[in-house]
């Protein structure tokens, strides 16, 4: 098994910074894409960011794009999601989730953590 701990949430002012970290513990692969989902009350969960293993390949949601930055620490098995100039409408709980292989971009996740509550208050 994988364990997921995402951390860094809070609140902030719109306008802030956050920085989410989630490292990976339990079990080792040798090549794994890691991304960001968020949800908010009543909608449905979506993906904000992606980065494949190499940290090469990166995706983000247009809603994000330009505010957000994906990076990972393979040594540590982490990835960061740095975000700036957060809005209201970035408000949610946001969960990491890691696919294992190589695949580019994955389409499915094979875990994925608690979840972090992300407020950004007007």
């Known amino acids: 098994q994988v364990q997921l701990v995402e951390s860094g949430g809070g609140l902030v002012q719109a306008g802030g910074s956050l920085r989410l970290s989630c490292p990976a513990s339990?079990?080792?692969?040798?090549?794994?894409?890691m991304g960001w989902f968020r949800q908010a009350p009543g909608k449905e969960g979506d993906l904000v960011s992606a980065?494949?293993?190499?940290?090469?390949?990166?995706y983000y949601a247009d809603s994000v794009k330009g505010r957000f930055t994906i990076s990972r620490d393979n040594a540590k098995s982490t990835v960061y999601l740095q975000m700036n100039s957060l809005k209201p409408e970035d408000t949610a709980v946001y969960y990491c989730?890691?696919?294992?292989?190589?695949?580019?971009?994955?389409?499915?996740?094979?875990?994925r953590g608690q979840g972090t509550q992300v407020t950004v208050s007007s």
């Open positions: 989730a890691l696919k294992v292989g190589s695949r580019w971009p994955p389409y499915e996740y094979d875990y």
């Open positions: 339990g079990r080792t692969f040798t090549t794994y894409s």
């Open positions: 980065i494949n293993w190499t940290g090469g390949s990166t």
